[in-house]
């Protein structure tokens, strides 16, 4: 049986194995996503699949909605049709219980799916439609980015500043063009929605747009009122958010359950620059979403499925609870830790005795004291479900090389903020041990050796041949080189810290530990057992 239209008629054989289907009418749904549309979402991610479509669909099942999402990718016409148009359009999501049981159920929330360059002109008109209430994006830390490591716009950026809105081929780039669009049409209120884990991701969205806004102004390609369109919240608005569910790449154990269900065409397919997009979407079951509440055309009842609607304050406080101490940086740690001592699956990394005493480290000893609490979630009992059930599951198909990815873009945001406030409460930097750990443990993965000594693949990164080139000539078991010299570029770098880690003292701290788990073989698992002396 494949997944699609025709096949959810055989309903029989969905119940059979235990696979409950969409109730409500997909083609009115997706007929209304064209002419009245309500929400456009950017990213056709693991994490928008099972988490926001999931939550989306109840509402068109109880009725409380009825255009379907639009969801906006950078992919051509035929990776659409490969990895989303063969199966109409459907997701099949796996939810994976701590206790061994599983959840399954067919995802048809999503209309369609468009491409920003072969569907432009459609999604132009989405964008402009006076009904759109919500545009939000799961684009990951490295979308927000638009310079190089020498504080450079990257050329396609800069390009775009130097060109008209209707010339646009960035990302950022054709986001700020639309918005134009919509301004022109008709000062067209509208939401912003960032979901990604970036610290005040409102305002990262916000700064995108008004840098571009600005050039292309200064450039007379657009009049001086659109930045009066921009920066008024009752036209154009920037909520803030914090979203939090762990979603893994399309795991085979998942996919061999379902072709053994009778299932076909499960298989993965590489779409961009080696993503791997299936049909379906297997997650934890744990999920959390914190959004500002802040709409000025109106949005879906979003309240009555568990997401949390509140001021900014709050959100700020959940989001820098969650990236900046208990979670995130915890996923960082283990990943390249994991890596490094060839662990496959997250959840026995952290059985590893002093890779889980790290995790607390970070986690209690140096984040939380410095974490304000929330009050709607409890940042305590949050480290204690991420680190006692989340992580742990065994039926979780997480790996530290799929979290590693992109380490560069994710370091500043989830560790920088910690940095920042010991540093605004005159806390003592000598205090922290774990986090410039995990630094030093960050500059030895990108050696590519484990400590075992055997070479291994580091996880894509945009910025990679760049600290790589900084690193050339260190070598396993050769500590002649001055790593002094070699390490300060980047350790002086506060855009990958979040400050200069020299002028907070913990720059010769980390390498300090460089230089020990550059020493020889197994210095890695040296150092880590040294952790067991330090009280938690």
């Given at each position: 049986?494949?997944?699609?239209?025709?096949?959810?008629?055989?309903?029989?054989?969905?119940?059979?194995?235990?696979?409950?289907?969409?109730?409500?009418?997909?083609?009115?749904?997706?007929?209304?996503?064209?002419?009245?549309?309500?929400?456009?979402?950017?990213?056709?991610?693991?994490?928008?699949?099972?988490?926001?479509?999931?939550?989306?669909?109840?509402?068109?099942?109880?009725?409380?909605?009825?255009?379907?999402?639009?969801?906006?990718?950078?992919?051509?016409?035929?990776?659409?049709?490969?990895?989303?148009?063969?199966?109409?359009?459907?997701?099949?999501?796996?939810?994976?219980?701590?206790?061994?049981?599983?959840?399954?159920?067919?995802?048809?929330?999503?209309?369609?799916?468009?491409?920003?360059?072969?569907?432009?002109?459609?999604?132009?008109?989405?964008?402009?439609?006076?009904?759109?209430?919500?545009?939000?994006?799961?684009?990951?830390?490295?979308?927000?980015?638009?310079?190089?490591?020498?504080?450079?716009?990257?050329?396609?950026?800069?390009?775009?500043?130097?060109?008209?809105?209707?010339?646009?081929?960035?990302?950022?780039?054709?986001?700020?063009?639309?918005?134009?669009?919509?301004?022109?049409?008709?000062?067209?209120?509208?939401?912003?929605?960032?979901?990604?884990?970036?610290?005040?991701?409102?305002?990262?969205?916000?700064?995108?747009?008004?840098?571009?806004?600005?050039?292309?102004?200064?450039?007379?390609?657009?009049?001086?009122?659109?930045?009066?369109?921009?920066?008024?919240?009752?036209?154009?608005?920037?909520?803030?958010?914090?979203?939090?569910?762990?979603?893994?790449?399309?795991?085979?154990?998942?996919?061999?359950?379902?072709?053994?269900?009778?299932?076909?065409?499960?298989?993965?397919?590489?779409?961009?620059?080696?993503?791997?997009?299936?049909?379906?979407?297997?997650?934890?079951?744990?999920?959390?979403?914190?959004?500002?509440?802040?709409?000025?055309?109106?949005?879906?009842?979003?309240?009555?499925t568990g997401i949390f609607f509140t001021n900014r304050k709050t959100v700020e406080k959940v989001e820098k609870m969650?990236?900046?101490?208990?979670?995130?940086?915890?996923?960082?740690?283990?990943?390249?830790?994991?890596?490094?001592?060839?662990?496959?699956?997250?959840?026995?990394?952290?059985?590893?005795?002093?890779?889980?005493?790290?995790?607390?480290?970070?986690?209690?000893?140096?984040?939380?004291?410095?974490?304000?609490?929330?009050?709607?979630?409890?940042?305590?009992?949050?480290?204690?479900?991420?680190?006692?059930?989340?992580?742990?599951?065994?039926?979780?198909?997480?790996?530290?090389?799929?979290?590693?990815?992109?380490?560069?873009?994710?370091?500043?945001?989830?560790?920088?903020?910690?940095?920042?406030?010991?540093?605004?409460?005159?806390?003592?930097?000598?205090?922290?041990?774990?986090?410039?750990?995990?630094?030093?443990?960050?500059?030895?993965?990108?050696?590519g050796i484990d400590d075992n000594g055997n070479p291994f693949e580091v996880s894509p990164d945009p910025l990679y041949e760049s600290l790589k080139s900084d690193?050339?000539?260190?070598?396993?078991?050769?500590?002649?080189?001055?790593?002094?010299?070699?390490?300060?570029?980047?350790?002086?770098?506060?855009?990958?810290?979040?400050?200069?880690?020299?002028?907070?003292?913990?720059?010769?701290?980390?390498?300090?530990?460089?230089?020990?788990?550059?020493?020889?073989?197994?210095?890695?698992?040296?150092?880590?057992?040294?952790?067991?002396?330090?009280?938690?």
């Open positions: 049986m494949k997944l699609n239209n025709e096949s959810l008629k055989e309903k029989k054989f969905w119940e059979d194995v235990d696979i409950s289907l969409p109730d409500f009418d997909r083609q009115k749904s997706i007929n209304a996503a064209l002419t009245t549309p309500k929400w456009l979402h950017f990213g056709a991610g693991n994490i928008f699949r099972a988490f926001p479509a999931v939550l989306y669909q109840e509402l068109l099942e109880k009725g409380l909605e009825t255009a379907g999402l639009v969801v906006a990718v950078r992919y051509d016409k035929e990776t659409i049709k490969k990895c989303f148009n063969r199966f109409d359009d459907l997701t099949l999501l796996v939810t994976l219980k701590s206790n061994g049981s599983t959840d399954k159920k067919v995802i048809a929330s999503i209309a369609s799916y468009l491409g920003m360059d072969c569907d432009y002109d459609t999604l132009k008109n989405i964008f402009t439609n006076p009904s759109l209430q919500m545009v939000s994006f799961t684009i990951t830390e490295k979308g927000y980015n638009l310079i190089n490591t020498n504080d450079e716009y990257l050329p396609e950026i800069a390009d775009d500043l130097n060109s008209a809105p209707c010339m646009a081929k960035s990302f950022p780039g054709r986001i700020t063009a639309l918005c134009f669009e919509r301004y022109a049409k008709g000062c067209f209120p509208l939401a912003l929605v960032s979901m990604d884990n970036c610290s005040n991701n409102g305002d990262k969205l916000f700064a995108i747009i008004e840098i571009f806004a600005k050039s292309w102004i200064e450039k007379g390609f657009v009049d001086s009122a659109f930045m009066d369109y921009i920066c008024n919240p009752k036209k154009l608005s920037f909520p803030c958010t914090m979203i939090d569910k762990i979603t893994p790449g399309p795991d085979r154990e998942v996919q061999k359950k379902l072709e053994e269900l009778g299932l076909d065409d499960m298989q993965s397919t590489i779409a961009g620059k080696n993503t791997l997009i299936a049909p379906f979407v297997n997650a934890e079951e744990t999920q959390y979403l914190v959004i500002e509440d802040s709409f000025p055309n109106g949005r879906p009842p979003l309240e009555k969650k990236v900046g101490t208990c979670l995130n940086p915890i996923h960082t740690a283990l990943a390249i830790f994991g890596c490094l001592l060839g662990y496959k699956r997250m959840n026995a990394a952290i059985k590893d005795p002093d890779l889980l005493k790290l995790a607390k480290g970070i986690g209690y000893k140096e984040g939380l004291p410095v974490v304000i609490d929330p009050q709607i979630i409890n940042p305590k009992k949050f480290i204690d479900e991420v680190i006692n059930v989340r992580i742990p599951n065994p039926f979780l198909p997480d790996t530290p090389q799929r979290i590693a990815t992109d380490s560069s873009q994710k370091i500043p945001v989830r560790f920088g903020g910690t940095l920042k406030a010991y540093k605004a409460l005159g806390k003592d930097f000598k205090e922290l041990k774990f986090i410039p750990l995990v630094f030093a443990g960050w500059l030895r993965y990108l050696l690193l050339e000539g260190i070598k396993l078991g050769q500590c002649q080189i001055d790593i002094h010299n070699k390490l300060k570029p980047i350790l002086s770098n506060s855009s990958l810290f979040g400050l200069d880690l020299y002028e907070s003292a913990l720059g010769s701290r980390v390498e300090e530990y460089f230089t020990q788990m550059i020493s020889g073989t197994g210095e890695v698992r040296k150092l880590l057992s040294i952790i067991g002396e330090w009280r938690i």
